[in-house]
């Protein structure tokens, strides 16, 4: 078979990203040792004057002082972070031709001052307490609300299915919505762990070199051990979605090498049939 540029250059490519990800996932090793070696343990959550500008794993149980409410739910959330999303059914032109799909609604429609036209895509936030430190910005940014809201049957009339709370017809129509309610889960995790720099009763990127610190994670991580383990989880997860990367590129690449074969082939087919 005769190599063409474009599989030389998809070749290249490919290389080129392979040898990068194995960059990248040997300097997060790296790193993820240098944090284990500089890491203090704080398992009770308390706060120690000593470990002020450490890079410190602080285990401690949640509390807040309020639950979220969204207007059109029947009840409040037991938690300290919620996101609403909300999509809507729309239609745009494209060469000439009509499609339909799905966007999300940022904002509240003008006028509308309640039922679905008032929703709109919006995340709610309470400060917590992890144990004896207040959970700055930063690292209630990085909390992850992955668990989904769907005891309630219908909200606005809208039935949830698989995914989302949306229209009980089968068929979408132009203005349909859909919504979603994801939220921290505090019964399943009552406890979370952050890994960053103790700073009063609150916490900073720690600073490795260059290189800045901060995780979060969901429940009660309080050894060196659980700690290696959600760091190793972690290279895991970045090793997968760069396979997963690579094998995308690799794939549009024969696509688009195979689809230029056949044009050329069929040109030439062609212009040898009008001769």
């Known amino acids: 078979m005769k190599i063409s540029k474009g599989m030389i250059i998809l070749g290249a490519l ?20 240098n944090i284990l070696k ?11 004057s000593a470990n002020e500008g450490k890079l410190v794993l602080v285990a401690g149980k949640i509390a807040f002082d309020s639950k979220i409410s969204f207007d059109e739910l ?15 059914f729309y239609s745009y032109q494209k060469k000439g031709e009509t499609h339909y799909d799905w966007k999300e609604r940022t904002e509240q429609k003008a006028g509308a001052s309640s039922g679905l036209d008032s929703l709109y895509s919006v995340e709610k936030t309470v400060t917590p307490h992890v144990g004896d ?12 609300a992955g668990a989904e809201y769907t005891k309630q049957k219908t909200v606005c009339g809208l039935k949830h299915d698989e995914f989302y709370y949306g229209p009980i017809t089968e068929v979408a129509k132009e203005g349909d919505l859909n919504l979603k309610y994801n939220y921290y889960d505090v019964e399943k995790y009552p406890y979370l762990s952050v890994l960053a720099e103790q700073r009063g009763n ?25 700690l290696k383990g959600q760091l190793d989880e972690n290279v895991k997860k970045i090793g997968s979605a760069r396979s997963g990367f690579i094998i995308m590129v690799l794939l549009i690449g024969v696509g688009l090498i195979y689809s230029s074969r056949k044009n050329k082939a069929a040109k030439e087919k062609k212009e040898a049939d009008a001769q």
């Open 202 to 226: 609150s916490f900073k990127p720690f600073m490795l070199g260059k290189t800045e610190v901060y995780y979060v994670f969901n429940g009660k991580v309080d050894s060196a051990d659980a």
């Open 38 to 48: 500089n890491t203090v343990i704080v398992s009770d959550g308390k706060v120690d």
């Open 133 to 144: 430190f207040v959970l700055d910005a930063k690292g209630l940014e990085l909390v992850k």
């Open 74 to 88: 029947d009840e409040p959330l037991n938690t300290f972070k919620a996101k609403r999303t909300v999509r809507e």
């Open 14 to 33: 490919v290389a080129f990203l392979v040898v990068t990800g194995v960059k990248v996932k040997n300097g997060t090793k790296a790193l993820n040792k």
